[in-house]
């Protein structure tokens, strides 16, 4: 087996989890292999979770709301450009017929 193979890492869906959430706790953890220290949960460390979860539903609604809003300003371009499409039509059936009355 050559030592590539051989160094090569499958990370698994928990690690990619803790990565994303936070990189450093994870860098900590499964690179450097450094101990954690199991801390009774104060009122403060509770609080910081607590602000730390607040914020990620936030930001998940937010990304809700956007793909909304997104969503509508697409469907009125789309609405727009019929309308100006069929404006144009009229206006070019209004111009043929003054142009065979004309003749």
Request: glycine share 2%; aromatic share 12%.
């Amino acid at each position: 087996m050559s030592q590539e193979s051989e160094s090569r890492r499958v990370f698994s869906a928990s690690e990619i989890g803790n990565y994303v959430v936070c990189p450093e706790a994870w860098r900590l953890k499964y690179v450097v292999r450094g101990s954690f220290k199991k801390v009774d949960e104060t009122n403060e460390v509770f609080q910081l979770r607590q602000d730390w979860l607040q914020s990620a539903d936030l930001s998940a609604q937010l990304k809700r709301y956007a793909r909304i809003v997104f969503i509508l300003l697409v469907i009125l371009v789309f609405v727009v450009f019929l309308i100006d499409r069929a404006r144009w039509l009229r206006s070019r059936a209004i111009q043929d017929a003054e142009q065979s009355s004309s003749s």
